[in-house]
């Protein structure tokens, strides 16, 4: 609180006017450093933390099996996460079981998820699963209400058990950024991706990242 003290005044010169009281002020600061805890706890107990983001991944159990399924190479594609958010992506060939000449795309929905989306439906068709609609149809017969939403995710799980389904293959280069990892695994997701695997990429790979960017 502040106060005001009178001191002095009072007295008179010869042939003079009395003086005034000469007033001081002297603030109190104690009533600040309660308020300040009262303002440290109120923040404290009602502020909200930030909750940590983080992805779970749910890897397989280790089975000892003895008869391996075989893929088909034309089952499967490989993506190359490179540089810049690039994506590179190859198929293997059927008949040499060679790399075919690699492909360069982006995240974007044009990009990598159209190729999954498409190559995808062509095996499920290819594979006498017609009875399966693309991905886009379905979200569309659903926001018009033309099919219920139990059937869709029924569909969509169909696709993902198809054993005749896309396998994907995820490799990251050095250079590429946490980010696109986080990125790709979103597009799995997205484009009802069943199975795919994160493997470390091979010294032929990264020449063919450079031989699909162009560099020497």
Same mark, same amino acid.
């Given at each position: 609180?502040?106060?005001?003290?009178?001191?002095?005044?009072?007295?008179?010169?010869?042939?003079?006017?009395?003086?005034?009281?000469?007033? #001081?002020?002297?603030?109190?600061?104690?009533?600040?450093?309660?308020?300040?805890?009262?303002?440290?706890?109120?923040?404290?107990?009602?502020?909200?933390?930030?909750?940590?983001?983080?992805?779970?991944?749910?890897?397989?159990?280790?089975?000892?099996?003895?008869?391996?399924?075989?893929?088909?190479?034309?089952?499967?594609?490989?993506?190359?996460?490179?540089?810049?958010?690039?994506?590179?992506?190859?198929?293997?060939?059927?008949?040499?079981?060679?790399?075919?000449?690699?492909?360069?795309?982006?995240?974007?929905?044009?990009?990598?998820?159209?190729?999954?989306?498409?190559?995808?439906?062509?095996?499920?068709?290819?594979a006498n699963a017609d009875n399966y609609d693309s991905i886009p149809i379905?979200?569309?017969?659903?926001?018009?209400?033309?099919?219920?939403?139990?059937?869709?995710? #029924?569909?969509?799980?169909?696709?993902?058990?198809?054993?005749?389904?896309?396998?994907?293959?995820?490799?990251?280069?050095?250079?590429?950024?946490?980010?696109?990892?986080?990125?790709?695994?979103?597009?799995?997701?997205?484009?009802?991706?069943?199975?795919?695997?994160?493997?470390?990429?091979?010294?032929?790979?990264?020449?063919?990242?450079?031989?699909?960017?162009?560099?020497?």
């Amino acid at each position: 609180m502040a106060e005001i003290e009178g001191g002095g005044g009072g007295h008179h010169k010869k042939g003079g006017k009395p003086k005034g009281k000469k007033m #001081s002020t002297r603030v109190d600061f104690t009533p600040m450093v309660d308020l300040g805890f009262l303002l440290i706890t109120f923040f404290m107990l009602t502020t909200s933390m930030n909750k940590a983001k983080t992805m779970e991944i749910n890897m397989p159990v280790k089975e000892d099996i003895k008869d391996p399924q075989p893929i088909k190479a034309s089952q499967a594609i490989t993506l190359l996460l490179a540089e810049n958010d690039k994506i590179v992506y190859y198929f293997i060939n059927e008949k040499s079981g060679e790399p075919e000449t690699p492909v360069i795309t982006t995240f974007s929905k044009t990009g990598i998820r159209e190729t999954l989306l498409k190559r995808n439906h062509e095996l499920l068709v290819k594979a006498n699963a017609d009875n399966y609609d693309s991905i886009p149809i379905l979200k569309e017969m659903y926001r018009s209400n033309q099919i219920p939403e139990a059937e869709m995710k #029924s569909r969509i799980s169909g696709i993902k058990a198809n054993k005749h389904a896309l396998i994907v293959v995820i490799k990251a280069d050095d250079k590429a950024k946490y980010k696109n990892l986080v990125d790709i695994l979103d597009e799995m997701l997205i484009c009802n991706i069943g199975r795919y695997a994160i493997v470390d990429i091979t010294p032929i790979e990264k020449d063919l990242i450079k031989m699909a960017m162009g560099v020497k």
